[in-house]
């Protein structure tokens, strides 16, 4: 059974810099392109960044381009978020998911995990 399990989630002041993980097990990583969406209180998730399987190319929303960078590890199944210059508005719970294919700012990816809250105070 595929699993996805976010980490490095916290609490922290803005301008400050936080990295999340994410380990994937059940599943041939390499397959998957991967994403990261959040999900503030009170508002639907939202697409953050997103690698294909090979890691050569990345996409972003526009609130995050130059802040956060998604890379991945395919000798350890794992996907990542530098996230840098934290504002509060990038409050939210963060979560990784998978695709078989490419469609980096839709939701329709197979697997997702169960989120890490990321908490940014002013």
């Known amino acids: 059974q595929a699993q996805l399990a976010e980490s490095g989630g916290g609490l922290l002041q803005a301008g400050r810099s936080l990295r999340l993980s994410c380990a994937a097990s059940g599943l041939t990583f390499i397959l998957y392109a991967m994403g990261w969406f959040r999900q503030a209180p009170g508002k639907a998730r939202d697409f953050v960044a997103a690698?294909?399987?090979?890691?050569?190319?990345?996409y972003y929303v526009d609130s995050v381009k130059g802040r956060f960078t998604i890379s991945r590890d395919n000798a350890k199944d794992a996907v990542y978020l530098q996230m840098n210059s934290l504002k509060p508005e990038d409050t939210a719970v963060y979560y990784c998911?998978?695709?078989?294919?490419?469609?980096?700012?839709?939701?329709?990816?197979?697997?997702w995990g169960q989120g890490t809250q990321v908490t940014v105070s002013s």
């Open positions: 690698i294909r399987k090979s890691g050569s190319v990345t």
């Open positions: 998911a998978a695709d078989l294919g490419w469609n980096p700012g839709s939701y329709d990816y197979e697997h």
